[in-house]
C-alpha cells in the first residue's frame, strides 16, 4: 500500500500510523467514516487529533487490525467502556467476558500480574483472589 493510503491518528499526544483500509474493516464506526472536511483534521500536519485515552485507543486500533478486542488491564472498566462507546464500537464483548468469568470462577487461572526487580512473577494461588481483581478493575 503507498502513502496515500495511509493515515496518522493522534489520540491523547501519541501518533499511530495505519492504513485507510484497517479503517475500513469495522463499518459504522468514527474511524471506519474518517474524512478531511472533519474539524479533527490538520492539513498540515495531516493528522487527525482525538483528545482521548491513548493506551485504550492502543486497544481499539488493535481491534481493526486483528479482529480481537483485548482488555488493558491497566484501566477500569468504565472508562474502556466509555472508550469503546465514542469509538462506536461494541462494548458487549468485554461485558461478556466479564460475566463468563462471574459465572465460572473456575476459568480464571493464576497467572502472573507482574514482575519484581529480581524478575521472579509475583502469582495470585487463589482462583478467588484473581476473582476480586478482576471486579475490582472493573469497578474502577
Not at 491523547?12 to 469495522?26: D, F, Q, S
Not at 474539524?39 to 485507543?57: Q, S, T
Request: aromatic share 10%.
Amino acid at each position: 500500500m503507498d502513502c496515500n493510503n495511509r493515515v496518522i491518528l493522534n489520540v491523547g499526544g501519541v501518533r499511530h500510523e495505519t492504513y485507510k483500509a484497517t479503517l475500513k474493516k469495522i463499518p459504522a464506526t468514527r474511524l471506519s467514516r474518517l474524512t478531511e472536511a472533519l474539524a479533527n483534521y490538520d492539513p498540515v500536519l495531516n493528522e487527525y487529533f482525538f483528545d482521548r485515552h491513548p493506551g485504550v485507543f492502543a486497544q481499539v486500533l488493535n481491534y481493526y487490525r486483528t479482529g480481537k478486542l483485548h482488555y488493558p488491564v491497566d484501566v477500569c472498566g468504565p472508562l474502556f467502556e466509555e472508550e469503546l462507546e465514542f469509538w462506536g464500537l461494541d462494548s458487549n464483548q468485554v461485558s461478556n467476558f466479564i460475566a463468563i468469568l462471574a459465572k465460572n470462577p473456575t476459568l480464571i487461572e493464576s497467572t502472573p500480574l507482574s514482575r519484581h526487580s529480581d524478575t521472579k512473577a509475583l502469582e495470585i494461588s487463589t482462583v478467588q483472589a484473581r476473582k476480586h481483581q478482576l471486579f475490582d478493575l472493573w469497578k474502577c
